[in-house]
C-alpha cells in the first residue's frame, strides 16, 4: 500500500470532532445528484468511506436506504450513533477493498465523499461497478480548499511557514482558482472502463473561522494529524500569531477560508 492510502487511518484519531469541524456539503450538491441520477427514496445506496456520517446524514432524512463501510473504528461508532434513528441505514466497519457484500447485493448508487482518494485505485472502480445494479451510478465528491481572486492574504503568510518546516507541496503559490483546476476524476472515470461520465458540477463557497475553529479544522487534516508534534506545535503557534497580528485588518479575528467541490457522476457500462 502506498503512503498516501496509509494516511487514511489517521482520520479516526479525529472522530470525536470530525463532524463538528468540516463543512456540510452545499446543499445544491445534493439537489443535484438526484437529478443526474433519477435516483428516489427509498433506493439502496451504497456509501464507501463514510467518515462520522457527513454526507449519509443528509441522505438518510431523505428516506434512502444506505450501507455505508467505513474503515476506522471510532468513525465507524460515531457514524451509528448519529445515524441511530434511521433504521434502513446500517455501518460496517471495514475498509472498502476487503468488505464482502451479501451475496446478489446490489446497489442503485455508490458515493464517496472526501473519500474516494483513499480507495485503492487498482481496486475502486472495479468492484463499484460490479456493485451497481445495471444503469446504477456512481458519484465521488471531494471537498478541497479553494483560493479564488482575492483569496485571504493569510494563506501566503501560513504558506511560508508550511514551507520553513518541510511541510510545503513543492508546487507553485498560489495555485491556480477552483475554476480552473484541472479534474482527474473525470479522466479516472472514463479511463476505468467501467463508467461513462454522466454529469460534473463545481461548488464554491466561503466559510469565516475564528483561530480556534480554524486549528481544529486543520486537526481533521491528514497531514496534520500525522505532522511530528514539535512542527504541528510551531505551525500552530504562527497561525495564532499571524491571526492576531493585524487586528485592524481583522476586526473580529476570524480567517475567510473559501471551500471548493468538484462532483462527478458516472453510469455504469
Not at 94 to 107: H, L, M, N, T
Not at 257 to 269: M, N
Request: charged residues 25%.
Amino acid at each position: 500500500m502506498s503512503g498516501d492510502l496509509r494516511l487514511r487511518a489517521t482520520f479516526d484519531r479525529a472522530a470525536d470532532f470530525y463532524q463538528d469541524a468540516r463543512p456540510d456539503y452545499p446543499a445544491e450538491l445534493y439537489s443535484d445528484l438526484l437529478a443526474i441520477t433519477a435516483i428516489t427514496p427509498p433506493a439502496h445506496l451504497l456509501e464507501i468511506g463514510c467518515g462520522p456520517g457527513k454526507a449519509t446524514l443528509p441522505l438518510a432524512r431523505m428516506g434512502f436506504r444506505i450501507t455505508a463501510v467505513e474503515l476506522g473504528d471510532a468513525l465507524a461508532a460515531e457514524a451509528r450513533h448519529r445515524l441511530a434513528e434511521f433504521a434502513d441505514v446500517s455501518v460496517i466497519t471495514s475498509s472498502f477493498e476487503d468488505w464482502e457484500p451479501p451475496a446478489g447485493a446490489r446497489f442503485d448508487l455508490a458515493y464517496a465523499a472526501t473519500a474516494w482518494k483513499w480507495v485503492d485505485p487498482e481496486v475502486k472502480y472495479a468492484k463499484a461497478a460490479e456493485l451497481l445494479a445495471p444503469g446504477g451510478h456512481l458519484a465521488v465528491w471531494n471537498a478541497d480548499h479553494a483560493l479564488p481572486a482575492g483569496f485571504d492574504p493569510f494563506f501566503t503568510e501560513i504558506q511560508k511557514v508550511y514551507e520553513e518546516i518541510g511541510e510545503g507541496d513543492g508546487r507553485p503559490w498560489p495555485p491556480p482558482p477552483p475554476e480552473n483546476r484541472p479534474d482527474p476524476i473525470a479522466a479516472e472515470f472514463a479511463a476505468s472502463g467501467h463508467f461513462t461520465v454522466v454529469g460534473t458540477r463545481l461548488y464554491v463557497w466561503a466559510l469565516r473561522y475564528t483561530t480556534d475553529e480554524y486549528i481544529a479544522l486543520l486537526d481533521t487534516f491528514s497531514g496534520h494529524i500525522a505532522m511530528e508534534p514539535a512542527k504541528r506545535e510551531h505551525l500552530y503557534r504562527e497561525v495564532r500569531r499571524l491571526l492576531a497580528a493585524r487586528p485592524d485588518a481583522r476586526p473580529d479575528g476570524r480567517l475567510v477560508r473559501h471551500w471548493s467541490v468538484g462532483l462527478t457522476i458516472g453510469r455504469r457500462l
